[in-house]
């Protein structure tokens, strides 16, 4: 099956520890600078910010850390990672290299327009998983003019070089959003569903 022929959306046979999750975000918020607006401010109308979990080596200004750049293989974790035990649990789980992790804050009546991440694609050699750490009947995510409800504590993979948007009229919505490679163990995952 080529890559290609996978799902837009897989629902991953993953589930994460929810309250243990949602501590740990509030630990890693009391110790860390405010959350960093989203540089691409073409791509959304209201609230939409970032807490660095994984970055480019080299990154040292949360701006940059925030960055997943798709030409880059030397990814490390950021201080903010270092008080959470959960976080880097579920970042434990995923067998192939991490590029970045990041915590993603819709917050209430916010909007990211329709785009693609062209770089985001098993074909490409990346892929991107979301797993929502808060979330709300109120948040519209839409994957090429579908809806996808995602749960609290589920894993998802999207295949984000396709259309997508996502509004939240809602309370803050936020997301685990981790990048890494499409390794064989990524590719099985997703072509076992």
Known sequence: ??????????????????????????????????????????????????????????????????????????YVDTPFLAPSQTFKSVLGTFQAPLLSARLMKLGKGSKIKEHRDYDLNPDGGTVRIHVPVITNPAVDFRLNGQRVIMQEGECWYLRLSDPHSVSNAGPDRIHLVIDMKANDWVLDLLRGH
């Not at 994460?16 to 109308?45: C, G, K, R, T």
């Not at 970032?50 to 798709?70: E, F, Q, T």
């Open 1 to 74: 099956m080529e890559n290609s022929a996978l799902s837009d959306r897989i629902r991953l046979p993953f589930s994460f520890d929810v309250p243990a999750m949602q501590q740990d975000l509030n630990l890693i918020e009391a110790l860390s600078l405010d959350w960093i607006d989203h540089f691409v401010q073409q791509n959304y109308e209201g609230s939409w910010s970032v807490i660095p979990l994984r970055a480019n080596a080299g990154a040292v200004h949360p701006i940059k850390m925030i960055y997943s750049d798709p030409t880059s293989d030397e």
